[in-house]
């Protein structure tokens, strides 16, 4: 079973940083794609960024430039680094991955991410 652990979320005034962490645990046994979606109230869940297991990275332009995502393949985790931070981006962050040759998707529980302005 693969669980997803995040951290890092909270409240942070308009132009502060947040830094987003995600722990893949238990049997993976090769991760595709690993990235982070984000659900404001009311809104659709939206991709934010995401990176291949090579280390390829793409952005929603609307954090193009202020985001920045990395993963370590040996500890199988993603973060994202978030500067400049908007009222906008107010929204719970999840953390998704992508895993196998069957592309199996598992998301992590979400975490708070709250700009103030």
């Known amino acids: 079973q693969v669980q997803l652990v995040e951290s890092g979320g909270g409240l942070v005034q308009a132009g502060g940083s947040l830094r987003l962490s995600c722990a893949a645990s238990g049997t993976i046994h090769s991760i595709n794609v690993m990235g982070w979606y984000r659900q404001a109230p009311g809104k659709q869940r939206e991709l934010v960024a995401q990176?291949?297991?090579?280390?390829?990275?793409t952005y929603a332009t609307f954090v193009m430039g202020r985001f920045t995502i990395s993963r370590d393949n040996a500890k199988n985790t993603v973060n994202l680094q978030m500067s400049s931070l908007k009222p906008e981006d107010t929204a719970v962050y999840f953390c998704n991955i992508v895993v196998g040759p069957y592309r199996y998707v598992y998301w992590g529980q979400g975490t708070q991410v709250s700009v103030s302005s």
């Open positions: 990176v291949s297991s090579g280390g390829t990275a």
